[in-house]
């Protein structure tokens, strides 16, 4: 059977069943348990600072009223990061690189700190739509241009997620399955393009950890225009 190189991307399913939402599951059982102690050995320490460092970084952006936020931002973020690395494993399928399922992350989001915005100071937030000084001639098409720049944020979101973790399995794919195919033939450049492997495997791992901050701070930015 031949497969595709876009074949990775589609959801596994097991007797006409998407196992998509058991994926989605799996970064759960990384997390430390609940216990009568904050802290039971080292690696819960580590996830706290780690968790502790995450929040830090989000919350330098908002002012105290967007501190009540901190919950659910830093566990979204949490939650990408881990899909998004062990979506590098072999045999493994990553939920992110779904443009479903990362608009289904952005727009209740975006549309959350929109609403935001509109309940506590309406006037602000609809004062965003026109820059101020602006020419009476442009203000009908800067109106237009910027609203539609609002609303395209949670697709910019999702899109941005998407296709750098899509390209950056892809890449993998194509230069491990040119390892395979050369080894027998030119062992030399088959050496080369595993190192290349993995260096682009490295390449990865940051880009699968920078992908995942960058959604929750640019979430976290949106928030703060509207607080």
């Known amino acids: 059977m031949n497969l595709s190189f876009f074949d990775q991307f589609s959801s596994p399913s097991l007797l006409g069943i998407p196992l998509i939402l058991i994926s989605l599951t799996f970064p759960a059982l990384l997390l430390p348990t609940p216990g009568n102690r904050w802290i039971t050995n080292r690696l819960s320490t580590l996830q706290?600072?780690?968790?502790?460092?995450?929040?830090?970084?989000?919350?330098?952006?908002?002012?105290?009223?967007?501190?009540?936020?901190?919950?659910?931002?830093?566990?979204?973020?949490?939650?990408?990061?881990?899909?998004?690395?062990?979506?590098?494993?072999?045999?493994?399928?990553?939920?992110?690189?779904?443009?479903?399922?990362n608009l289904a992350l952005a727009f209740p989001l975006?549309?959350?700190?929109?609403?935001t915005g509109l309940r506590n100071q309406p006037s602000a937030s609809l004062g965003h739509l026109l820059p101020e000084g602006t020419p009476t001639p442009l203000i009908p098409a800067l109106i237009l241009i910027e609203t539609t720049s609002l609303l395209i944020r949670p697709l910019a979101l999702?899109?941005?997620?998407?296709?750098?973790?899509?390209?950056?399995?892809?890449?993998?794919?194509l230069i491990s399955t040119a390892t395979m195919a050369l080894f027998s033939t030119m062992p030399v450049i088959s050496l080369l393009t595993l190192l290349?492997?993995?260096?682009?495997?490295?390449?990865?791992?940051?880009?699968?950890?920078?992908?995942?901050?960058?959604?929750?701070?640019?979430?976290?930015?949106?928030l703060q225009e509207n607080i």
Request: no cysteine.
């Open 48 to 101: 706290l600072w780690f968790i502790n460092l995450i929040t830090k970084q989000l919350m330098i952006t908002l002012d105290k009223k967007g501190h009540k936020w901190a919950l659910i931002l830093t566990s979204l973020m949490i939650f990408l990061l881990l899909i998004n690395l062990l979506g590098l494993l072999p045999y493994t399928f990553t939920p992110t690189t779904q443009l479903s399922m």
């Open 110 to 115: 975006w549309l959350a700190t929109l609403l």
């Open 196 to 222: 290349i492997l993995f260096l682009l495997t490295i390449l990865e791992v940051a880009v699968a950890m920078i992908q995942a901050y960058v959604f929750v701070l640019l979430l976290s930015l949106y």
């Open 158 to 173: 999702g899109v941005r997620l998407t296709a750098n973790l899509t390209a950056g399995h892809l890449l993998i794919q």
